[in-house]
């Protein structure tokens, strides 16, 4: 708690906190809107989110230790993703769309359970990373560090997230895919095949969140066991926002990430995960709260 | 199954669980493990089967039971931040049996009253959520409880805590915490078994099929769920105390407050035996542990892979369970007639 002073002190302390956070934030708005296009167009809440950004952080380091510059993990892991998407749809996911949220819950809870041990397996439990080999800017005599792949990854960010919303609003499968989430029923009789639809969305899901995974790994570091985070993040910055509001996503994302770096300043490092999780309770018990509040009782 | 039968099949599960150790005495610990893994999954039935609420964050009760236990345990005799410091490898800390016992039996009670204060406090904030938001709430609390104690130095931090080492003169301790599990799982058993006899059962059941019709009807649905809540962390938080015990070694996140090990195999435990009955959790765990078991002898390394893999098949493919299973192919011996659900699942959904 005695780090809140130093903050007063050095207010450019705060301000890289603040940089940092929005740097990170950027990407778990990209996994949050991925989260939202899932939850939205097939009503499962895909708790795999975090394991994707975990297996494209993975497809950037096994390039980078291949030799490859790591930059190029972002579209690799994004294709690479995209087939595991495809995959996972086709083995799983198609059996549970029309079933209840709890079941979508726990089988997406136990494939990410199967992709975290495989990695696990594979690779080990090693913390690892993929060097871009960019430098960093200072600002303010060295108090304020900017790391250049963060700044890239901000903006990578950025592109792929109006990418995918040029993609929505304009592509005629973009379309379709909307029309899935307004009405399922109504877009199959209007001849929109669903069935590819929910695979391409899933697909495309797991694609961005692989490309976020890239930039993870080369920014920040990767692991097996990072996945569950992510997926908390996600869904957090979902239910804060609310569904299909971006401009929502890209606030709460932004906002989160610079809480989450206030919070492992002034708790320490060590609590920053717990943060996290009590945060999701606090937002959830809010939530309910609020809910509550509207139910109206006759007296 | 009629009574006598029924009475029967507990005898014959009783006669097995007491004379296990001395039949076979190298599985002791894994029958140990399933009996509180049949704690686990009836307690989770409870309020996931039985009331709706499904949670995948039991495993908070026995993570705070289990940490009561030790702590209450080390405490009548050492200061607890000098034993975490110690790492428990230091041999200064001896505990005689008098006094190793006592503290077993208050840490036992301790985790109980601690498990069931957590769950009191968190009830009320948690409960008035429905659905996929009180599974993912209830799955952050579990990640958050395993942070905080990973990150709480006076617990031992992320290095865990160590259970008190047994005195030489008790014997072999294994029997005893082998013993203290079949007694749990037979008091939860019969517990429950009674609890679902009476009014309270059709409360927590209506809850179950319409939440506010009930509280419609005059249910102080509140009331209901914190204290079906409350009853299942009762018996997690012993089944905790004892569990730590039997693993000696108390880990934040791997053993204590797991979510991707124990706490998700408690809910699919009671989904492979059947939600929402007394016997399906029961046999659920015994086939779970029976294959986790086979796993992990034969799968060295892939077996949480293989787990993984177990998890979505049931989920997918078999979500009625083993119990619901059975009573789907000869409804007659359960005593229903043969007419429930002939509505196909297709005309269900025009008729909405």
Same mark, same amino acid.
């Given at each position: 708690?005695?780090?809140?002073?130093?903050?007063?002190?050095?207010?450019?302390?705060?301000?890289?906190?603040?940089?940092?956070?929005?740097?990170?934030?950027?990407?778990?708005?990209?996994?949050?809107?991925?989260?939202?296009?899932?939850?939205?167009?097939?009503?499962?809440?895909?708790?795999?989110?975090?394991?994707?950004?975990?297996?494209?952080?993975?497809?950037?380091?096994?390039?980078?230790?291949?030799?490859?510059?790591?930059?190029?993990?972002?579209?690799?892991?994004?294709?690479?993703?995209?087939?595991?998407?495809?995959?996972?749809?086709?083995?799983?996911?198609?059996?549970?769309?029309?079933?209840?949220?709890?079941?979508?819950?726990?089988?997406?809870?136990?494939?990410?359970?199967?992709?975290?041990?495989?990695?696990?397996?594979?690779?080990?439990?090693?913390?690892?990373?993929?060097?871009?080999?960019?430098?960093?800017?200072?600002?303010?005599?060295?108090?304020?560090?900017?790391?250049?792949?963060?700044?890239?990854?901000?903006?990578?960010?950025?592109?792929?997230?109006?990418?995918?919303?040029?993609?929505?609003?304009?592509?005629?499968?973009?379309?379709?895919?909307?029309?899935?989430?307004?009405?399922?029923?109504?877009?199959?009789?209007?001849?929109?095949?669903?069935?590819?639809?929910?695979?391409?969305?899933?697909?495309?899901?797991?694609?961005?969140?692989?490309?976020?995974?890239?930039?993870?790994?080369?920014?920040?570091?990767?692991?097996?066991?990072?996945?569950?985070?992510?997926?908390?993040?996600?869904?957090?910055?979902?239910?804060?926002?609310?569904?299909?509001?971006?401009?929502?996503?890209?606030?709460?994302?932004?906002?989160?990430?610079?809480?989450?770096?206030?919070?492992?300043?002034?708790?320490?490092?060590?609590?920053?995960?717990?943060?996290?999780?009590?945060?999701?309770?606090?937002?959830?018990?809010?939530?309910?709260?609020?809910?509550?509040?509207?139910?109206?009782?006759?007296? | 199954?009629?009574?006598?039968?029924?009475?029967?099949?507990?005898?014959?599960?009783?006669?097995?669980?007491?004379?296990?150790?001395?039949?076979?005495?190298?599985?002791?610990?894994?029958?140990?493990?399933?009996?509180?893994?049949?704690?686990?999954?009836?307690?989770?039935?409870?309020?996931?089967?039985?009331?709706?609420?499904?949670?995948?964050?039991?495993?908070?009760?026995?993570?705070?039971?289990?940490?009561?236990?030790?702590?209450?345990?080390?405490?009548?005799?050492?200061?607890?931040?000098?034993?975490?410091?110690?790492?428990?490898?230091?041999?200064?800390?001896?505990?005689?049996?008098?006094?190793?016992?006592?503290?077993?039996?208050?840490?036992?009670?301790?985790?109980?009253?601690?498990?069931?204060?957590?769950?009191?406090?968190?009830?009320?904030?948690?409960?008035?959520?429905?659905?996929?938001?009180?599974?993912?709430?209830?799955?952050?609390?579990?990640?958050?409880?395993?942070?905080?104690?990973?990150?709480?130095?006076?617990?031992?931090?992320?290095?865990?805590?160590?259970?008190?080492?047994?005195?030489?003169?008790?014997?072999?301790?294994?029997?005893?915490?082998?013993?203290?599990?079949?007694?749990?799982?037979?008091?939860?058993?019969?517990?429950?078994?009674?609890?679902?006899?009476?009014?309270?059962?059709?409360?927590?059941?209506?809850?179950?099929?319409?939440?506010?019709?009930?509280?419609?009807?005059?249910?102080?649905?509140?009331?209901?769920?914190?204290?079906?809540?409350?009853?299942?962390?009762?018996?997690?938080?012993?089944?905790?105390?004892?569990?730590?015990?039997?693993?000696?070694?108390?880990?934040?996140?791997?053993?204590?407050?797991?979510?991707?090990?124990?706490?998700?195999?408690?809910?699919?435990?009671?989904?492979?035996?059947?939600?929402?009955?007394?016997?399906?959790?029961?046999?659920?765990?015994?086939?779970?542990?029976?294959?986790?078991?086979?796993?992990?002898?034969?799968?060295?390394?892939?077996?949480?892979?293989?787990?993984?893999?177990?998890? +979505?098949?049931?989920?997918?493919?078999?979500?009625?369970?083993?119990?619901?299973? +059975?009573?789907?192919?000869?409804?007659?011996?359960?005593?229903?007639?043969?007419?429930?659900?002939? +509505?196909?699942?297709?005309?269900?959904?025009?008729?909405?």
């Amino acid at each position: 708690m005695s780090n809140i002073s130093i903050l007063f002190q050095a207010p450019p302390l705060a301000l890289q906190l603040v940089i940092d956070g929005f740097l990170i934030g950027a990407i778990f708005a990209l996994a949050a809107y991925g989260m939202a296009l899932v939850w939205g167009v097939m009503n499962i809440i895909n708790i795999t989110q975090g394991e994707f950004v975990m297996l494209g952080g993975f497809v950037a380091v096994v390039l980078y230790e291949a030799g490859i510059h790591p930059l190029w993990g972002v579209p690799a892991a994004a294709a690479v993703l995209y087939a595991v998407g495809w995959l996972t749809y086709r083995a799983v996911i198609f059996r549970i769309v029309d079933r209840d949220l709890f079941t979508s819950l726990l089988a997406t809870f136990g494939i990410s359970i199967i992709l975290q041990q495989l990695m696990n397996q594979v690779f080990g439990a090693d913390v690892r990373i993929a060097e871009a080999g960019l430098g960093s800017w200072f600002f303010a005599d060295g108090l304020v560090t900017i790391s250049q792949i963060k700044v890239v990854g901000f903006f990578i960010c950025l592109g792929m997230g109006g990418g995918l919303l040029l993609f929505l609003k304009r592509s005629r499968l973009g379309q379709a895919i909307r029309a899935t989430a307004q009405n399922a029923r109504a877009a199959r009789v209007l001849g929109v095949d669903t069935d590819r639809v929910y695979a391409t969305t899933y697909a495309l899901n797991a694609a961005i969140c692989g490309a976020a995974g890239a930039l993870v790994a080369m920014a920040y570091t990767i692991h097996p066991y990072i996945g569950l985070p992510y997926t908390i993040r996600s869904f957090m910055i979902v239910v804060i926002a609310g569904l299909g509001n971006l401009a929502g996503v890209v606030v709460a994302g932004l906002g989160l990430g610079a809480a989450e770096y206030f919070a492992g300043f002034i708790l320490g490092a060590q609590f920053q995960l717990a943060f996290v999780f009590l945060l999701l309770v606090v937002v959830l018990v809010v939530r309910s709260w609020r809910l509550a509040m509207k139910r109206q009782y006759l007296k | 199954m009629t009574a006598r039968h029924r009475l029967l099949l507990i005898a014959a599960a009783g006669l097995i669980g007491v004379l296990w150790p001395v039949l076979l005495p190298a599985y002791t610990i894994q029958m140990a493990e399933l009996w509180l893994f049949i704690v686990f999954a009836l307690t989770w039935d409870l309020v996931g089967g039985q009331m709706g609420y499904n949670s995948f964050g039991n495993v908070v009760f026995v993570g705070v039971g289990m940490y009561a236990c030790a702590v209450v345990q080390v405490s009548i005799l050492y200061s607890v931040s000098a034993y975490t410091a110690a790492r428990g490898g230091g041999t200064e800390f001896v505990f005689p049996p008098d006094a190793y016992l006592t503290g077993l039996g208050l840490g036992l009670a301790a985790g109980a009253v601690a498990a069931v204060v957590v769950a009191l406090c968190l009830g009320s904030l948690v409960l008035g959520m429905r659905g996929h938001y009180f599974a993912i709430c209830t799955l952050g609390l579990g990640v958050a409880a395993g942070e905080l104690a990973a990150g709480w130095d006076w617990l031992g931090a992320g290095a865990g805590m160590t259970a008190p080492p047994p005195p030489r003169e008790i014997g072999d301790t294994n029997m005893l915490f082998y013993y203290m599990s079949l007694a749990l799982a037979a008091v939860t058993f019969l517990g429950l078994g009674w609890l679902y006899r009476t009014r309270f059962v059709l409360a927590i059941n209506a809850i179950r099929d319409d939440e506010d019709k009930a509280e419609a009807m005059g249910l102080d649905t509140t009331r209901i769920k914190v204290t079906a809540w409350a009853i299942g962390a009762l018996f997690l938080g012993v089944a905790g105390g004892i569990y730590g015990n039997l693993k000696r070694f108390i880990d934040p996140t791997e053993v204590a407050f797991s979510g991707a090990t124990v706490g998700v195999w408690m809910v699919l435990m009671a989904i492979l035996g059947g939600k929402g009955t007394l016997w399906g959790p029961v046999i659920g765990a015994i086939v779970f542990q029976v294959t986790k078991e086979f796993f992990w002898t034969f799968l060295l390394g892939w077996q949480r892979v293989a787990l993984g893999v177990l998890i +979505v098949l049931i989920v997918v493919f078999f979500p009625q369970g083993i119990l619901g299973w +059975v009573r789907e192919r000869f409804p007659e011996r359960f005593g229903h007639t043969v007419e429930p659900d002939t +509505v196909p699942a297709a005309a269900k959904d025009t008729v909405q």
